[in-house]
């Protein structure tokens, strides 16, 4: 069946999609989540579990979501509506529309977080960290500041908004090809700087030694959470620049290189992390403090110190916003298309909605009791935590394993090869692909749907 096109924008090629898609992958997920993640969960048994399913998890739904993507050319719920009419499925997209805006209503709280840390970095406020307990004020002091909190991440939602209404390669692919090598580039050399410090080996140890006494399912279920989360999966992102990727170019060649650069980055910020924190004698199980706490004090101890965390603080904040502009694309996509929307109407008004339900979550990290969990909470978690546990880990899981079926059941895999290898480059293993996406990914992910409900441990 083929479907009508519309008039709603293309990547201007392959190295177009491969940054922006990259630049959605990339984020906090990445250089904040993966090395506390790691830390906690035994480093380098961690980081091998992680390497496993990205391959054979990861990019087999990656390459599931943009042929959809490709095939329809549209938004997640007018992708399912195109291949699908009068069936339920559209309401997978719905749910993935749902979800890039519940995940966009926390993520930008931590990504307004890490400009304020740029700014204190900056401004030099940031020297007084010298030990964890002052380190520790500083963190609190932003995060429970209402204030702060809530005009930083309205900044973070600004720019996003700015770069979204652009279109897709006027805005979001322009932006990226800027953002995307200026983020290698101080990685690269924050990679150098931490790898070389006295006492590094032990921190590259950690990373790559894997410690098979610490496996257990609570690691396994991490590191298969942690790619879902990382790749940006399981809510359609991968549908929605899919659709933007013209027909001449070689799709798995550019969906595999998305999952490659996001593994390497993810190991690059490892490789900055640990370093610096064994060649300061800190601990790796630092949890989600770990970028923000620790890591102060450790560049306050080291020469050139000032300079080292701007780039680190500027670097998470160029990874969360290509991020944040995926997510708020796959949203603006939907009323783009489907409502008839303008792009520049579709941008101010769900960035501003997404800034109205942002606020409980800046207010929960201890501004105010009753949205901070606890005793004194209305609920045991803070409204943060409540909307990563619900959008990130349950909505994300229930969309893969939903996308899987999809293509593996209803639409069938030739069809979806079909949409892969459109530009006439095969897709390499596809009988491999199919057995992946048709039962190995669906009863995977299930299994981790079951463990986050059975064991209420979310990541
Ligand atoms: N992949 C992003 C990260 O690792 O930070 C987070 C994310 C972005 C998840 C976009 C889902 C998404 F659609």
């Known amino acids: 069946m083929s479907v009508p096109s519309l008039d709603r924008g293309q990547w201007s090629g392959k190295l177009g999609f491969i940054l922006a898609a990259a630049g959605s992958a990339i984020g906090l997920g990445n250089i904040w989540r993966f090395p506390y993640t790691a830390g906690e969960n035994g480093g380098g048994a961690f980081v091998l579990i992680y390497l496993v399913f990205v391959a054979l998890i ?14 329809t050319q549209r938004n997640p719920v007018g992708a399912f509506k195109a291949l699908v009419p009068a069936s339920w499925w559209p309401l997978v997209g719905g749910l993935g529309v749902l979800t890039g805006f519940g995940i966009l ?185 770990l970028v923000f706490i620790v890591l102060p004090t450790i560049f306050n101890a080291l020469p050139g110190g000032t300079v080292v965390a701007i780039a680190f603080y500027a670097l ?30 579709a941008a101010w008004l769900i960035g501003g909605l997404c800034f109205v339900l942002a606020v409980p979550s800046a207010l929960s990290q201890g501004a105010v009791a009753a949205l901070s969990g606890g005793d ?18 349950y909505s994300l899981s229930i969309g893969a394993i939903l996308i899987c079926i999809f293509v593996g059941w209803k639409w069938g895999l030739p069809n979806a090869i079909a949409s892969l290898e459109a530009s006439g480059d095969r897709l390499p293993a596809a009988g491999a692909w199919g057995v992946l996406v048709k039962y190995v990914c669906p009863v995977v992910i299930l299994i981790l749907l079951i463990f986050i409900v059975a064991t209420g441990t979310y990541f």
């Open 376 to 393: 004194e909470g209305l609920i045991a978690w803070d409204f943060l935590t409540l909307n990563n546990n619900v959008w990130g880990n």
């Open 316 to 345: 998470l904040a160029i990874a969360a916003l290509t991020s944040t502009i995926s997510l708020l694309e796959v949203v603006v996509s939907y009323f783009v298309d489907e409502r008839g929307w303008s792009r520049e109407k």
């Open 105 to 289: 209503a926390f993520y930008s709280v931590v990504a307004g977080w890490t400009l304020g840390y740029l700014f204190m970095a900056v401004t030099g406020a940031l020297h007084e960290a010298t030990t964890a307990d002052v380190s520790g004020t500083i963190f609190t002091g932003l995060v429970a500041d209402p204030l702060w909190a809530i005009v930083l991440s309205g900044l973070f939602l600004v720019l996003t908004i700015v770069i979204v209404r652009g279109g897709v390669s006027g805005g979001i692919e322009r932006a990226t090809k800027i953002l995307m090598p200026l983020l290698f580039l101080i990685l690269l050399a924050l990679a150098v700087r931490a790898t070389t410090l006295p006492g590094a080996v032990e921190g590259i140890a950690y990373l790559f030694k894997p410690d098979f006494s610490r496996i257990d399912a609570g690691v396994v279920m991490a590191a298969l959470g942690q790619a879902l989360f990382s790749l940006s999966l399981g809510m359609g992102a991968m549908i929605t620049y899919g659709s933007y990727l013209p027909e001449r170019e070689n799709m798995p060649f550019a969906g595999v290189s998305v999952a490659i650069f996001d593994t390497l980055i993810a190991v690059l910020a490892g490789l900055i992390i640990f370093p610096a924190l064994f060649a300061a004698g800190g601990d790796p199980s630092g949890g989600p403090g």
């Open 58 to 71: 990861g990019v087999p739904v990656l390459l599931a979501e943009l042929a959809i993507g490709r095939k």
